[in-house]
């Protein structure tokens, strides 16, 4: 395979199981006025019609780099790079299942805290244009501060838990700032520094972890396609059915770079 081929991001078919997951949520979605009214509709035919809207030029990306083991730093909440500081290409996020999107936030004002968001207050014409290219049906926005999320301290201990979801993770950060680590093929977490104005999703499967950063808050956006599901499903999961997906389409070529590296 080529260099250029290698970083390209694979073009991913759901599996059946998840088709039917996603057209059952939806079902049920249409049957719960609570919901049905607090969500946003992707319709078929807007799903169908969307153009993809492209993904932020390299340039934009959040800064990421190679982090310290864990065990040898003292506090999640600090940069804990490597010395000398080792990045993580934008190339390698890429292949990892990581899409991202510059978004603007200076011109629109969102709820401080609102479990779920009300639609109606979706004026930004590109997340709209996102949300119906991707089919995210479902938005939500936590505040992570101590003042504003009951149960912080337990809750930030339980985002920097390693786990998977059976579901892609997308996160808009309306404000502030903080981390999420994932793991590259080696089992070496890198730490993405993700911040206002930022919407990035990490694919079903892959492990990660999130925390804030020194500044103690984040303001996210949470999207979902169908029903959302949060659960996650703390390390080992490899006999997970998302997370056997994941390692078949984004973990391959680990191997082949160790006997290139031995070789
Ligand atoms: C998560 O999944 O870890 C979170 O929702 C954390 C807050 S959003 C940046
Ligand atoms: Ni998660």
């Known amino acids: 395979m080529s260099e250029q081929a290698k970083t390209e991001?694979?073009?991913l078919e759901l599996p059946d199981a998840?088709?039917?997951?996603?057209?059952?949520?939806?079902?049920?979605?249409?049957?719960?006025?609570?919901t049905a009214t607090a969500t946003m509709t992707a319709t078929p035919e807007a799903e169908t019609k969307t153009a993809a809207v492209p993904e932020a030029p390299d340039a934009e990306w959040?800064?990421?780099w190679y982090m310290m083991e864990d065990g040898t730093y003292e506090d999640q909440k600090e940069r804990n790079r490597l010395s000398p500081n080792k990045p993580a290409s934008i190339a390698l996020l890429k292949e990892l299942g990581i899409a991202y999107w510059k978004m603007d936030v200076e011109n629109f004002s969102y709820p401080a805290k609102a479990?779920?968001?009300?639609?109606?207050?979706?004026?930004?014409?590109k997340l709209k244009a996102i949300r119906d290219a991707r089919g995210y049906s479902y938005a939500d926005i936590i505040s992570v501060r101590p003042d504003l999320l009951p149960g912080y301290d337990e809750k930030i201990k339980?985002?920097?838990?390693?786990?998977?979801?059976?579901?892609?993770?997308i996160r808009f950060i309306i404000d502030g700032s903080g981390y999420f680590d994932i793991r590259d093929k080696e089992d070496n977490?890198?730490?993405i520094?993700?911040?206002?104005?930022?919407?990035?999703?990490?694919?079903?499967?892959?492990?990660?972890?999130?925390?804030?950063?020194?500044?103690?808050?984040?303001?996210?956006?949470?999207?979902?396609?169908?029903?959302?599901?949060?659960t996650p499903f703390n390390r080992p999961q490899e006999e997970h059915e998302s997370r056997k997906f994941y390692v078949e389409n984004f973990m391959k070529g680990a191997e082949e770079t160790k006997e290139e590296i031995t070789a």
């Open 9 to 11: 991001a694979p073009v």
């Open 18 to 34: 998840k088709k039917q997951k996603i057209t059952a949520d939806e079902d049920n979605k249409e049957n719960d006025d609570a």
């Open 62 to 64: 959040p800064e990421a």
């Open 115 to 125: 479990i779920p968001w009300d639609p109606k207050d979706a004026t930004d014409s």
């Open 158 to 169: 339980a985002f920097f838990e390693e786990h998977i979801h059976d579901a892609e993770e």
């Open 189 to 191: 977490w890198i730490r």
């Open 193 to 230: 520094w993700i911040k206002k104005g930022d919407l990035m999703t990490l694919p079903e499967g892959c492990y990660h972890r999130f925390t804030c950063d020194e500044t103690d808050y984040i303001q996210a956006m949470r999207l979902f396609m169908g029903q959302p599901v949060w």
